[in-house]
T-cell receptor, first 117, second 115 residues
Framework: DTGVSQDPRHKITKRGQNVTFRCDPI?????LYWYRQTLGQGPEFLTY????????KSRLLSDRFSAERPKGSFSTLEIQRTEQGDSAMYLC???????????????FGSGTQLSVL | GDSVTQMEGPVTLSEEAFLTINCTYT??????LFWYVQYPGEGLQLLLK?????DKGSNKGFEATYRKETTSFHLEKGSVQVSDSAVYFC??????????????FGKGTKLSVIP
């Protein structure tokens, strides 16, 4: 178990540029989540994959955001035409499956800190 | 929609003091409840969980009891250590039975323990 890894750790970009983040989940995990966290707030759900299928998307995920998980392994989150309001920590999490009664345990990566100037 | 409210921080305690971090929630149905912890420079880690009313989650000396009547899941520890300094997040996930297990988090409470 090498943990969930995210790349890059930090990204500084200019408004209007496109950025892409990568997440490598724990290898046997079939579920993968993206969350966004701004300063002083808890993480907010963005989207969720089971294997390669994107099953849920938050209304926070505007048309400028797109996420993929080809072959059900790593995932990428792309933000097009970045805006200053996109500045946040982007967190990836993975899990194997949910317990029957709910209460699934998520393993989080350390996140990618995005700063849009 | 679902929401989680936890006490504002920061909280500063002396080593061996008693800790309580309050958490209340609003949700339909029967959510599962969690406490996650984020140590400096690290990702969030699950601290403990409870999946039904009156369940008590416990780990590393921390405890929280799922109280449906008061919609609460307060975190407690009898004697904190410097190494417990971190940000603590209360969270819930709905149990829809359809596979949706997204978490709704509170804003987090920063705990600092001084020697």
């Amino acid at each position: 178990d090498t943990g969930v890894s995210q790349d890059p750790r930090h990204k500084i970009t200019k408004r209007g540029q496109n950025v892409t983040f990568r997440c490598d989940p724990i290898s046997e995990h079939n579920r993968l989540y993206w969350y966004r966290q701004t300063l002083g707030q808890g993480p907010e759900f963005l989207t969720y994959f089971q294997n390669e299928a994107q099953l849920e998307k938050s209304r926070l995920l505007s048309d400028r955001f797109s996420a993929e998980r080809p072959k059900g392994s790593f995932s990428t989150l792309e933000i097009q035409r970045t805006e200053q309001g996109d500045s946040a920590m982007y967190l990836c999490a993975s899990s194997f499956r949910a317990d029957l009664g709910g209460g699934e345990k998520l393993f989080f990566g350390s996140g990618t800190q995005l700063s849009v100037l | 929609g679902d929401s989680v409210t936890q006490m504002e921080g920061p909280v500063t305690l002396s080593e061996e003091a008693f800790l309580t971090i309050n958490c209340t929630y609003t949700a339909t149905g029967y959510p599962s409840l969690f406490w996650y912890v984020q140590y400096p420079g690290e990702g969030l880690q699950l601290l403990l969980k409870a999946t039904k009313a009156d369940d008590k989650g416990s780990n590393k000396g921390f405890e929280a009891t799922y109280r449906k009547e008061t919609t609460s899941f307060h975190l407690e520890k009898g004697s904190v250590q410097v190494s417990d300094s971190a940000v603590y997040f209360c969270a819930l996930s709905p149990y829809s039975g359809a596979g949706s297990y997204q978490l709704t988090f509170g804003k987090g409470t920063k705990l600092s323990v001084i020697p």
